[in-house]
């Protein structure tokens, strides 16, 4: 039976009276009583359930609790020498982790019954494929970071080679241990997987931590224009940097380098984490694979969306190269202009994205569409994910809310600034609600069978019991998933289907609408994913946020918030083409 | 029908055949399918449930976030101007939270339907009672404010004594909504209390992390022994502090005095802010109130535990005495003494606690009792806090240990100060361990009924019907608990009882045992929820950890974990009181 999140415990040990299909489908409803009645099978599962969620919560709270100490001794203290045993830290961290994805590997492909289930929506293409992007540069980083490290040998710490050989070998394992591994659904030794895949979580939010850490304290040793950063962290050298020369040339051709891939590094880190963390709440999972609709993606039935979209995605590279090229220069003159032209495109782009959203919201609202129903564990950590990762953005933008307001906001650049960062606030709000509304929707096609159907509610029932008698040889399927039963009648050739054609205009007008304002919101935040991406800082080109906190507190806010930023773009493109399917 | 909450909807409108009562307790588990049938009211429901849920968030979510722009904004800012900003954004939110709850309140009271349920298990006697408490100490805080702002008054900001006074009749308004309304499940108008409880939890984590951080600034004010604080920092007067002179005689007592205060407006917050919370979960709950059995609590049955335990806390009460008196006298060679004797202390009864605790999961381990099965929001609520608060203690420690070990642990003080602090880690794991598996055990007496009745499922499922069509006038809740029927047969007086002598005897032996370790922990508890709560800050008198991490830093990550850690210490009591009861 199919308890609170989807999980199935087996059926209870039922005498076979010919009631009993009946009473099968039934003890859904009847967990409480039916734990009552299994004798022991059901209530070991459940308390291992209960006890491996709790140890791997402990590890994980543990390992998350010790290394922000670590860091925060790295960072704050005077003396500095705890760089090396955050490194040490780290390392013991990467190589359990590292051995354990080995095992699992070898283990689940030895053992038949390991895996029984895929859960379709976990690991989608989006996330897998960012994935090995991201690792493909992470590894190059690396091997940047080895060659500097050599030039340092001879007066420095060898940990600091070893670390990044380490990590290199932990990135190749682990891409490959979640390209294949993501979708699984693990049945045999969940405890210690649990256990694994919590401590591979805190791996990856470990040196996701160390490396937003690094690359802080790298933009605080160089110090913002006004000069007035008196801090000059160095965490390379403990006997201090001058003293230690490199000994070949290209050192600051490679440190340069190694810094500019920092950011593929961080997000590499929180994919990893998020799909670690999906492949936790699948542990144990029996997921019921019926509900896979051949949608199809055709994009000749939209024309405006995607025109007006692509519009805004040209002028918004075109912008965008201006601004990296003009910013790079370093002029002051020309620095205000480009951060102006920046603003206004980052305005347009998020006015009309916020009109067509409240386009689509009122949609919504008018279309009859059911709500999908019943508790879907990957859609509501899609939702949640979706929400935690906006939170990134919504701090950057309220600290520079707060900033230019509490600064008087004078001139156009604050006025400017002001105005892109309340829109994306109002953008972001309305975005979510777009994005979780439609996932929560029905798709389009089966609500005419839908509506149908329901106008006699007896031919349902007689159907449902005709279909449960009938299913052949599944008799454990049936039980555990007693939507399986309702649901197959969408498709049934005998439903009476023919609902009356006006009807069916007006859903497509609609249909229609949604796919236009679905297509551009995608372009559209394909374009605000590319900027930030690939390096536009306006938050740092634009001093206000430096100079009203203190630097080291902006470049905190900033370096956290916009990963997440990022993120939460790709993962609303993934979103939206999700609604665009089902709409 | 209920679904995977505990939330029910109203039953789908099925044609009353003879199999109808069948037909709804089978309803239940085809909530996807009963979805399609049911017109419009279920799916309305959980439209409705959603979208509140989801603007209540974000409402949250940004509230939160322009909270956390705006003190980092006054704490970090050069200008600090935004002092009175933030106390203006927090006088707002204090206004309209009042305003919403006394609507609520009257609101409530004339309507019938508004709540028609009441959760037991919410706001719970500790809770209700350490809020009263709380809140007397922070209305008298308020009163020394606002007796020490008037002598302010002719040279300060109004807003200063504007704040006090709406936080005062925030607090009684609070008080008593929190009190009367702890325990309801809302019925109507559930998306307007959604927001609102959203609200009431927004603005009390907004007014704990401006406490918190005014008792930081205040601490950063007077400087640490070694004088190596450069910052001063003054929230009080924008215009700066020294132009402007208090105009009574009073000022300098009252000041001393409300700071002493600040803690428990901080405890004050938090307690309202898990209330709201649990609150918000509850809206539209509709509880089954059959769970209750009337467990008694003798104390005659134990011995041993509370006789070791109240040693142990007359022990520690004492040390913490001399404790207080000698380091208010400020002698550093006494401080080191006292410091080594609250170590000792420390130590020896957190090794008791880890010892005793180990033995409590080895009686676990060998005992019989089912878990509880089927979800238990509250329940869930509960662990889900008590892991959450343990957060707190456990970063303190982590942090004190990096701190030692980095600076090489010389001397008997640093020595126990680890001690004390790894111990501290491994008691919270077991501890956590040890609570979340007693409270999901069933209460011991039922142990027995329930052996019984599995020898003969048949009887049960017999009876089970029987119960369902016996069941007087009550169709509805049949419907929507099914758990009741199955339940309802552990009491059933036709359920044949006796079992074995001898095992009944080997129960009582850890029951036993489970209560002495349950009563001991208790009395520990209290002892190490009493020394914080009452003013030892060990953390500080012992400079090591304001030496190795910066000054402002430590007392962030010890005025922020302490509260975190009473609430634990409190909470740890309470549950374990419950598993007292169990046993």
Chains 1, 2 share one sequence.
């Not at 991201?134 to 060898?158: E, P, Q, R, T």
């Not at 953005?393 to 156009?412: K, L, P, S």
């Amino acid at each position: 039976m199919a308890d609170e999140e989807g999980y199935i415990s087996p059926p209870p040990t039922l005498p076979s009276t010919p009631c009993s299909i009946h009473l099968g489908v039934q003890a859904g409803s009847m967990r409480r009583g039916s734990d009552v009645l299994s004798t022991s099978r059901g209530t070991v599962r459940e308390r291992g359930r209960n006890r491996s969620w709790l140890l791997s919560s402990i590890i994980t709270v543990n390992v998350l609790i010790l290394g922000i100490a670590l860091v925060s001794g790295s960072v704050f203290n005077n003396v500095k020498i705890n760089a090396i045993n955050l490194q040490i830290f780290l390392i013991v961290l990467v190589i359990l982790t590292t051995a354990w994805m080995l095992y699992y590997t070898i283990y689940t492909s030895r053992e038949d019954h390991a895996v029984l289930y895929k859960d379709s929506h976990a690991g989608p293409v989006w996330l897998r494929g960012g994935l090995v992007l991201f690792g493909i540069c992470s590894l190059i980083m690396d091997v940047f970071k080895i060659a500097n490290y050599i030039g340092y040998l001879h007066c420095d710490s060898a940990v600091k080679i070893v670390f990044p050989v380490v990590q290199a070998v932990f990135i190749l394992v682990q891409t490959y241990f979640l390209w294949l591994h993501a979708k699984d659904c693990v049945q045999l030794q969940r405890n210690i997987t649990r256990c694994g895949l919590m401590l591979t979580l805190s791996t990856n939010l470990m040196l996701w931590m160390a490396a937003v850490t690094e690359e802080s304290l790298h933009q605080t040793v160089v110090p913002p224009e006004d000069g007035n950063s008196t801090h000059s962290y160095d965490i390379r050298a403990p006997g201090g940097y001058s003293s230690c020369n490199c000994s070949h040339s290209a050192c600051a051709v490679l440190e340069k380098a190694y810094y500019y891939l920092y950011p593929f590094n961080i997000e590499y880190s929180l994919f990893a984490s998020a799909m670690a963390y999906v492949m936790w709440k699948n542990v144990g999972r029996l997921v019921d694979e019926h509900n896979h609709h051949s949608l199809h993606f055709r994009l000749k039935d939209v024309l405006v969306g995607p025109a007006v979209g692509l519009v805004m995605l040209v002028a918004g590279l075109g912008t965008f190269v201006i601004y990296k090229v003009d910013v790079e220069k370093g002029d002051p003159g020309k620095r205000d202009t480009v951060l102006m032209i920046h603003y206004v495109m980052n305005t347009v782009a998020v006015t009309l994205m916020s009109v067509s959203t409240v386009a689509g919201c009122a949609i919504y609202r008018l279309d009859q569409r059911d709500h999908v129903s019943g508790k879907n564990p990957t859609r509501s950590l899609d939702v949640g994910l979706l929400i935690g990762a906006s939170i990134g953005q919504f701090t950057i933008c309220y600290f520079t809310i707060v900033a230019v307001v509490a600064t008087g906001a004078e001139g156009h650049l604050n006025a400017l600034n002001l105005a892109v960062s309340l829109l994306t606030v109002i953008q972001l709000c309305l975005q979510n609600i777009f994005i979780i509304e439609g996932l929560h929707r029905e798709p389009f096609h089966e609500d005419m069978h839908q509506a149908s159907v329901f106008t006699n509610p007896y031919v349902l029932q007689a159907q449902a019991h005709r279909d449960i008698h009938n299913l052949p040889g599944t008799f454990m399927e049936t039980k555990s998933s007693p939507a399986l039963t309702v649901h197959s009648m969408h498709v049934a050739p005998s439903a009476p289907s023919g609902s009356p054609l006006p009807q069916r205009h007006r859903l497509t007008w609609k249909r229609r609408a949604l796919k236009e304002i679905c297509a551009f919101l995608m372009l559209c935040n394909i374009l605000l994913w590319i900027m930030p991406a690939f390096g536009a800082r306006p938050q740092f080109d634009n001093t206000i946020g430096a100079e009203f906190y203190e630097f080291t507190m902006w470049a905190a806010v900033v370096n956290i918030g916009l990963p997440f930023g990022i993120f939460y773009r790709m993962h609303s493109v993934a979103s939206l083409f999700e609604v665009f399917l089902t709409s």
